[in-house]
């Protein structure tokens, strides 16, 4: 294996980095408070 990243370009790791952050940040937020506050926040 060569790397982590699925993507070859600098903008296009970089684009997949931020959804690997995302997810990651994502789950911390669920897991802190929970899935259901979590979507009731998303919808306002």
């Known amino acids: ?4 990243m ?3 370009r ?3 790791v970089r684009a ?6 995302l997810a990651y940040n994502m789950t911390r ?3 802190i408070i ?3 506050a979590l979507v009731a926040a998303m919808r306002g």
């Not at 294996?1 to 982590?4: A, I």
């Not at 997949?16 to 952050?21: I, K, N």
């Open 29 to 31: 937020v669920m897991n």
């Open 10 to 12: 600098l903008p296009n």
């Open 16 to 21: 997949e980095m931020a959804l690997h952050v």
């Open 6 to 8: 699925l993507t070859k």
């Open 34 to 36: 929970g899935s259901k």
């Open 1 to 4: 294996m060569t790397g982590c």
